[in-house]
């Protein structure tokens, strides 16, 4: 059933375009270009990334999570181990991030495989929380059920007092993850719907790029 209070909304989108010979030939730098261009925009969540991932028999799961960091070896962000992502990641380390920043009319899709960070770089990223996200992470089993909202408060409450002093261990389960890209597709919305797709794939250890369509 088509609802036309939502069918009848679009948007025009002429803000930008890109091209195969406008784009950085390397696609980290293109995203590193687009996210400076994300920051300088003031997006409320420039950050914000969906990461799709799959249990083994390829069921899909999706959820927004914070982008940490990049580089040429990925894109890192953190969670917990055990969560139902952590889960699906032990089963089938593959994964998409997408980013979706509608005030440039932009969207990037990555996808690519799936490491955990090592131990120092979660440790150091725990350490740089605050301490009531760190007292957080031990209390929140995070994807697990919940009686009720009064047990994750009780919970933080106790960890706080067994942890006055603002020192927080990190939890053995919660810790960094790095998506290895093998794709990554730039996205900028065009007039009439004929918007630019430029896409990167990973071919013998070289990026090639191509123009798809819309
Ligand atoms: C803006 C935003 C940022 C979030 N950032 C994170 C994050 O960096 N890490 C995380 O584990 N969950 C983050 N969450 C919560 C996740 O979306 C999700 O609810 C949680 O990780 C459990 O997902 P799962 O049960 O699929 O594993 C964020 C949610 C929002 C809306």
């Not at 797709?197 to 369509?213: E, M, P, V």
Request: some cysteine; hydrophobic content about 35%.
């Amino acid at each position: 059933m088509i609802d036309s209070k939502l069918a009848d909304l679009r948007h025009e989108y002429s803000r930008s375009k890109l091209s195969a010979s406008s784009v950085d030939r390397d696609p980290f730098v293109q995203f590193g270009k687009w996210m400076d261009e994300a920051l300088a925009s003031e997006l409320p969540e420039p950050t914000a990334m969906v990461l799709a991932t799959a249990s083994a028999d390829g069921r899909p799961t999706s959820r927004v999570v914070l982008l940490k960091g990049f580089d040429s070896n990925g894109f890192v962000f953190f969670t917990n181990y055990n969560s139902r992502k952590g889960r699906q990641l032990a089963e089938n380390p593959n994964a998409a991030l997408h980013f979706f920043w509608p005030e440039l009319e932009r969207q990037v899709n990555i996808s690519g495989n799936v490491e955990r960070v090592s131990d120092e770089e979660s440790d150091e990223y725990f350490a740089s929380r605050p301490y009531k996200s760190r007292i957080g992470a031990w209390a929140s089993h995070q994807s697990e059920p919940l009686a009720s909202r009064a047990e994750l408060v009780k919970r933080a409450a106790a960890l706080m007092l067994k942890h006055p002093t603002g020192h927080v261990p990190r939890p053995p389960h919660w810790g960094g993850y790095r998506v290895r890209p093998e794709r990554f597709e730039f996205w900028q919305g065009r007039e009439s719907r004929l918007h630019d797709r430029i896409c990167y794939d990973l071919t013998n250890g070289k990026w090639k790029i191509s123009r798809l369509s819309p």
